[in-house]
């Protein structure tokens, strides 16, 4: 018998849904763009079967992937648990058999040998296939349209870290997949294996270097002449795990580095940085312009994640966990290891930002994100008392001008993670935003179509379930000819 009621975080809303489904001709608020064709693919976590331990951390849920196909004006759901060997080893013991995030010292011995992973963080269409990440293991290939698990993918043989991002890039002008792994020759090693891979899915280039401490190396910058890498003050070591403690602790001594990596250099002509210790967690975009190099990326203050807490015993502290878009440029003309940092708009946000994808490495003008506006009415008398937990608005940050506007959800609802998707041939920023919303009250999950240059006049329609769908930790829209579609 599957017990959750000793996991107080995991009621209401929140519970898991542990289930399958397809919905067919979703109902529909609005009416759905017909040039809209393609598919918004979601990735995150459900539970099979609760945490071993009370304090694991939510990166331990299984995997899940679902994903909204629209075609014609027509919007079709599906939604299918990643079949990972730790998942069908924990149904097959009807039990969670593995332990603390990216442990396996806290595993049941039945676990042994078997891979960890869960491929719970973010969905990637790239030459042809359709992939699940997370950034403990190789890719999974999911079949695009049933979304059964075909299994790990290793580029014919030639990727050969053990990790793979969960966040790698496209180039826009190459068609080029820039990804990595870190801890790339096991668990606790502080190597990182840097590759480009051709729209063919042909590794071209391999390169092969060490972070200053192992670390988190979350998400990159790209642009067309460099590879930017920040590593930041999560922290790991073999001792820590025998302990029996989540992979990471949080280490506020530590300074926070980014490599500049050269697209056509070697290890010995990286460039590191150091800063202030911030976090880094997701970027937006970056360029080369000359000499220098920019990033933009919304970063923390300090430790974003409570259930990896500082490693000196100390408290988590929510009110450093803020993410603020700022600007970073480093100048490789210089002689010291110091970087420019600004502050581009005062407010904080959701670090799960987005840009127009085709503007990835170039100069660009716009960023879409989550945020909480707390001049916003909450209904907590309809959608319970989850004020602390809502991200109520998406906003059009306008990073040439300094102004923003704004799409507010609703007084019961919370935003995920948005995604930009232009228009064909349109100019940059001229699209649709589009993002699932919690509804509290209802409790169901709705996806938003919104126009991104109107965002005040609200929904360009909503597409309806009937439940609440599984959290998404990223989503990422796929036009029709990017993959095999029926």
Known sequence: MVDFSQQPTMKGFFAPTRFEADVYDCEVIGKVPAELNGAFVRLGGDWLYPPKFDDDSPFSMDGYINMFRFKNGIVDYKGRWVKTPRFKADLAAHTQLFGKYRNPFTDDPRA??????VQNTTPLAFAGKLFTLKEDSLPYEIDCNTLETIGPYDFHGKYKSLTFTAHPKVDPVTGELICYGYEAEGLETNDVFLYTINKKGEVTRELRFKVPYVSMVHDIGLTQEHVVIPVFGFVSSMERLKEGKVHWGWD???????AIVPRDGEAQDIRWFKGPSRATVHTLNARSEGEKVVLEAPIYDSNPFPFFPPIDGSKWDPTKAKAYIRRNTFNLASKDDGFAQEKLFEMNVSDLGRVDDRYLTMPYRYAFTAYADKQKPFAEWKAGNLGGRVNNCYGRFDLAT???????AGDTHSLQEVCFVPRKNGREGEGYIMGV???YAEMRSELIIADAERLAEGDVARVLLPFRATAQVHGRWVEENELAFV
């Open 402 to 408: 300094g102004k923003m506007s704004s799409y507010f």
């Open 252 to 258: 506020d001594t530590k300074p926070a580095y980014v």
């Open 112 to 117: 042994a040998g078997l891979d960890r992973s």
């Open 437 to 439: 919303a919690s509804n």
